[in-house]
């Protein structure tokens, strides 16, 4: 493999990757809070992607109104979710809650298909087509617009979390319930906010994936990619979420090309990045910037 096709397959793993890590805060943000791990955080990329869609196709939104208005669908759908469903079972064992955000994928995405069927859709965008070149590698615009939008989106929310008082509070909650109840903190809201931040993350990562693949049911598969990231990274991370999503959009361009021109081998984009996940979990079970707690007793 020569230089300049090395060079191409990181510049585009950086571009992926910066989406990965984008989508992997709305797990952080849920386990930090709640230490529960969302398994629809792809169905929610993929019911953002088609709300968009919806707003722009039926009712002829501009594009930024309609990116707006999923936002905030999607907020409220995350509220209401935490609220009627996870709720319920808070104090319930671990399995029972992972299989309910397993339950709730597989429902949205059945709604979601019966109501807009299995093809892929084009997503109307003011992004105009064609490519620059960076270091000699040709990225389109509908790449460096979803790049340039996940960092800014990662970099709002990292100063949210850092200083605004609901971010505090969020702060507080992940590290001590009990300290952040007496400090007089809804914890129950925290939850909800939670939820709803998670969405709003997820729905944004789908329609900027949406940008470059189109839209189809095949969007709630990135959730599914984005796992690793977190694992990498470490789930109470939101360091860790950026900097495993660029390393593994790396890793999986890379790792592809250099099989498919050494080894003549296709497919082992989807393989690369739990591989890394297993070796992880063998090595550093909490991730490369996950805290390791230690419980006395």
């Known amino acids: 493999m020569s230089l300049d096709a090395l060079i191409s397959l990181c510049v585009s793993g950086i571009v992926v990757g ?15 809070t709640t230490r529960v791990i969302n398994f629809a955080q792809g169905e929610l990329m993929m019911v953002g992607a088609y709300i968009c869609l919806f707003l722009t196709v039926d009712y002829k939104l501009p594009f930024w109104a309609a990116f707006l208005m999923t936002g905030i669908v999607c907020a409220l759908l ?20 992972i299989m309910i955000t397993l339950g709730l994928g597989i429902v949205l995405k059945a709604i979601v298909g019966a109501i807009f069927g299995v093809d892929v859709r084009v997503l109307p965008t003011p992004i105009p087509d064609g490519a620059v070149s960076i270091g000699g590698t040709p990225v389109s615009y509908h790449y460096l617009f979803s790049m ?7 970099c709002a929310f990292a100063a949210f979390f850092r200083w605004s008082r609901l971010g505090l509070a969020m702060r507080a909650t992940s590290s001590d319930q009990q300290a952040a109840m007496a400090m007089g903190v809804n914890v129950g809201q925290i939850f909800a906010l939670s939820w709803a931040i998670a969405c709003v993350v997820s729905a944004v990562g789908g329609m900027l994936i949406a940008t470059i693949n189109g839209v189809n049911l ?16 470490g789930l109470d991370s ?8 660029v390393l593994i959009g790396v890793l999986e361009n890379v790792a592809d090309g250099v099989f498919k021109s050494v080894f003549d081998l296709d497919g082992f984009r989807d393989v690369a ?12 079970p909490y991730g490369l910037f996950g805290q390791h707690d230690i419980e006395r007793i």
Do not use: N, Q
Request: no cysteine.
């Open 18 to 32: 910066s989406v990965y890590a984008m989508t992997a805060i709305g797990f952080v943000v849920i386990y930090k």
């Open 78 to 97: 995350g509220y209401v979710i935490e609220r009627v469903v996870l709720r319920r079972v808070i104090g319930d064992p671990i399995v029972s809650v």
């Open 148 to 154: 340039a939008f996940s960092v800014l989106a990662m």
């Open 218 to 233: 095949g969007v709630s598969a990135f959730g599914l990619k984005v796992f690793p990231v977190v694992i990498l990274g």
């Open 238 to 245: 939101i360091v860790g979420a950026a900097v495993g999503g």
């Open 273 to 284: 990045a739990f591989v890394v996940l297993v070796l992880v979990l063998m090595i550093r």
